[in-house]
Each structure stands twice: as structure tokens, then as C-alpha cells.
């Protein structure tokens, strides 16, 4: 749950871009006959970079068809989280709740959106672990919901973006902390929307 009343609020939202990965090196099998080998690439799963190794397909082609062209792997897709805490006030999640800062934000993300050809989106809300399961997922779905009509506003194709509140999962931090307002400054990475672009779909 948000506790933004209860820890300092920064002076914007804190747009951190997760960086990708490096290359990986994967060394390419020999030829099979009526296989196609589709070469491994980085995906976004869970709150984390994680590896799709490559996998051999096979391949059905009716006779006097064109051979199969394997696409190259798709690039790695562009993950921004923003602060739960500095984007929204203590319990809120409606567009009207999101502080100036962080519509301009938002308004930055969209405006590099538009300048460029992209798939598809997804708006992820995520909160700390405090609070119940179903009182979190609710936030965080209005939390996204507000973060994607933002965009939404902002000139992003509706069609193009989905959001979805997770709750507690995927924490970026343990903290076991028994002091309650060390706890919930030790959980502050964990309450956060992660806008997740994928360049080709």
C-alpha cells in the first residue's frame, strides 16, 4: 500500500530507466532439416531482465512455397519505474490524485512514445507487501489505470497500452525491519508503476 504521508515525497517521480542487459553470446546449432532455429533474447518477466534461450521450430511448408524467413529475436523492451510515492498522494490513484511533477513525467514518456514506432505498452502497479492482497491489487489497477490515461491524454494510442495492478508482486527489496516507519521507508522501491515499452510486438 502507499504510504507517501509517511515518507518524504521527492520532488518528482523519480523516472528510472532500467537498463538492458548486454549482448549474449549464443552459439548457433547446425542445420536441421525441417527446423528453424529462433535465436534467444532478453524479455521483461516479473520486474526483472530475464533470458528466452533459443528454440528450434519446425518448419511446415506446403510444397512450392516460399522457404521461411526467421525473424531476428526482438530488441529488448524499454522498462521506465516511477515512484508510487512521488506520483500520488497517501490511499489515491485517480488521474486528478497524480502531483504536477509527475504528470509532466508521464508527459515526457508519452512525448518519446510519439516520436517513435512501438508495439505495444504495458502500465504495471505495483505496491509494498503492507495492507491486504486485495486492497493492493486494487490500488495498484487504479494506480495504472491513471498512469495509462495519462498517456492516453498525452497522444499514446489507446489500443496500444495495457494496464495491470500486481500488488505486492514482484518486490525490488526484502526488508524485515520490525520498526513499522523503517519498514515502510525500506519497502519504498517496491511502490512503484513500471511502464514497460516493447518496440515490436
Not at 57 to 67: D, H, I, K, W
Request: glycine share 6%.
Amino acid at each position: 500500500m502507499s504510504v507517501a504521508l509517511l515518507a518524504p515525497v521527492a520532488a518528482s517521480a523519480q523516472v528510472y530507466v532500467v537498463p538492458p542487459p548486454g549482448p549474449r553470446y549464443e552459439r548457433i546449432p547446425p542445420p536441421r532439416h525441417g527446423w528453424a532455429w529462433h535465436p534467444g533474447y532478453w524479455r521483461w518477466w516479473r520486474g526483472a531482465y530475464v533470458w528466452s534461450p533459443g528454440v528450434w521450430v519446425p518448419v511446415v511448408a506446403a510444397p512450392g512455397a516460399y522457404p521461411v524467413v526467421v525473424a531476428p529475436p526482438p530488441p529488448p523492451p524499454r522498462v521506465e519505474r516511477l515512484s508510487a510515492d512521488a506520483l500520488f498522494p497517501f490511499d489515491r490513484g485517480s488521474v486528478s490524485d497524480i502531483r504536477p511533477r509527475g504528470i509532466a513525467d508521464i508527459a515526457q514518456i508519452a512525448a518519446q512514445l510519439r516520436a517513435q514506432l512501438f508495439g505495444h505498452v504495458e502500465v504495471r502497479g505495483y505496491t509494498d507487501r503492507l495492507g491486504t492482497d486485495a486492497y493492493n491489487i486494487n490500488l495498484s489497477q487504479r494506480r495504472a489505470d491513471a498512469v495509462k490515461a495519462v498517456l492516453i491524454q498525452q497522444g499514446v494510442p489507446a489500443a496500444k497500452i495495457r494496464a495491470e495492478g500486481l500488488g505486492s508482486q514482484d518486490p525490488i527489496v526484502q526488508c524485515s525491519d520490525p520498526n513499522r516507519d523503517a519498514l515502510i521507508r525500506c519497502l519504498q522501491p517496491n511502490r512503484r508503476v513500471e511502464i514497460v515499452t516493447y518496440l515490436r510486438d
